[in-house]
């Protein structure tokens, strides 16, 4: 049985030393579609996983497989299709268009790269289409350019792209963190739909686990390049076992009154200043820190089926390899 | 002696350009009491920031501040002149900026930035003891004296965004304003930031206007909020009442929009788009999207009245006293 996505110990060292991505291990099965969110910090290498899951980075260690394929060994076939069924969204709305073409372009290079489309009006009807399913009507947006559409129209119509393509896996790195607060649904409830409507699994990249809680069913906690803590993202928003995991939970902004900010003092190291040892990565700022801590990074605990933690506080709960971490995605 | 420190009057700030004229600002009324924390919410071109920047007076060419009255304390900041408002920046009423990373120079020390404004403010003290201050300030943010010795570049994003607190409250200022000021750090960092901002504000008894769309944060920080759309101030109240019960249709919306624990996979979006600055609808400006929409709401601008004791709206709905729910 092939896996749709596959990451086997993926270790990415930048030049310098930087090791952003360290060891992850994880997949995603095709039979049932979910979202999964990759949640961490600034510099918890997201990003980098979220390229090494796209092709644009290979990994320095370990693999990456797409339908059991390795990405690196892709014939030119293979590759065609790996580009064709896994589609993008990136976080600035602004970026992705070139200024002196009209919107449609984005739709029309798809197109004709990939043959979509027999003829132009069959091409045409199948733009409008997508662009009907991310909410939006056509007569509003063809034949703008990008600086007369808001942001929140400019994210959609990426959307509405990505979806012309039917995608297996979708790749969305921040995509609402430069939207406003207002428009942020609509955009969440169309990646949602994609999943639904069209069997579409989603990799949702963000620092932000609001919105990570609300969109997905499964998420990864990285910190440093590590998994901290993973699964079932009801249980893990609402029952963080990792203290980092709290730490992020306990810091969220509640738009709610009666849940204010934790008044526990939290240990100021930032993160681009903390320590990293040869044990637990989040050692030099964990509350609850032991000795056996700064020894050696400890192991997965299964927390119960539905949830493991990176956790030495766990350490009477059996282990998980982990290379089976996506058995906790089904 | 006035109770505020600060009262704006039908502030009206305006952009002369090519395409016409743009009303970022129109008719903008509320008041600060020493010591408060407002927050202020709005969409982006909702004229958030160009309030912030005409409370500083910074508005540039093509813009001008069209009309209306500044008062911090008895002196109205719209007479004053260039130079006189130029010491009043910084000292009296400052700005915490929302992009921290390109706020400092690069080529200064952290130190010697925070020493640079208040030697142009002649505060008449010696260069030592300015530095002395310069590291006072950095201790009321929680900064290592090291730090005051080191360049832009050694710090972290967070680090960073202290620094430029602690520029601007190093002369003790009655107002600070926050534009958006964690808006690019991670949540830990965020939640630092804003506690350190919170105590300042107690100890130094400044009243701190948070410019921002994070409603979360609002909740959080703020006693009184302040909600702007389309260049207009469609509610202003205390937290609370905001929301528990809001008042203007477009706050009970954002409201609405917010995910919240309880309600998992439930999205509420406000639909439809803002509309543009330079080209506003006759009467209400949110009768485009307005779900309560009436036929007033089309001709005639509602006013913005006191509906409930401290708790101000501008919306036709509530002409004929508030309906309780």
Known sequence: MNHLLELKNATKTYKGGT???DNVSFFIDAEAPSIIAVAGESGSGKTTLGMMALGFLDPSKGDVLYKGKNLRTLSGQEQTNFRKEVQAVFQDPFAVYNPFYKVDHIFEVGIRNFKLAKSGAEARRKIEEALVSVGLRPEETLGRFPHQLSGGQRQRLVVARALLFRPQ???????VSMVDASLRATILESLRKMKEEYQITILYITHDLT???????HIIVLYKGSVMEAGDVESVVANPQHPYTQLLIDSIPWPDLSRQWGQQEINAIDAETARIGKG???ASRCPHVMEKCSQSPPPLYQIDENQVAACFLYEDKPTLAGEELGQLFK | MSDYVLRVKD???QYYTDAGVVYANNKINFDLKPGERLGLVGESGSGKSTMALALLRMIKPPGKIAGGQLLLGATDLTKLSEEEM????????????????????PIMRIKDQIVDGMVDHNLGLSRSVLEERAYDALDVVELDRKVGRMYPHELSGGMKQRAC??????MHPKVIIADEPTSALDVVTQRKVMQTITRLQEELGSAVILIGHDMGLMAQFATRMAVMYAGSLVELGSVRDIFTEALHPYTEMLIDSLPTIGKRGIFKGIPGITPLLRDLPTGCVFNTRCPKVMDICRTKTPAYKEYRPSHWAACHLHEDGVAKK
Request: contains cysteine.
């Open chain 2, 86 to 105: 130029r010491q009043t920046r910084g000292k009296d009423i400052s700005m915490i900026p929302q992009g921290a990373m390109n706020s400092l120079n």
């Open chain 1, 280 to 282: 637990c990565k989040f």
């Open chain 1, 169 to 175: 896996l979708l790749m969305a790195d921040e995509p």
């Open chain 1, 211 to 217: 919105t990570a809680y609300h969109v997905c069913d």
């Open chain 1, 19 to 21: 090791v952003a991505l």
């Open chain 2, 11 to 13: 502030l009206d700030v």
């Open chain 2, 165 to 170: 607190i602690a520029i601007s409250v190093a």
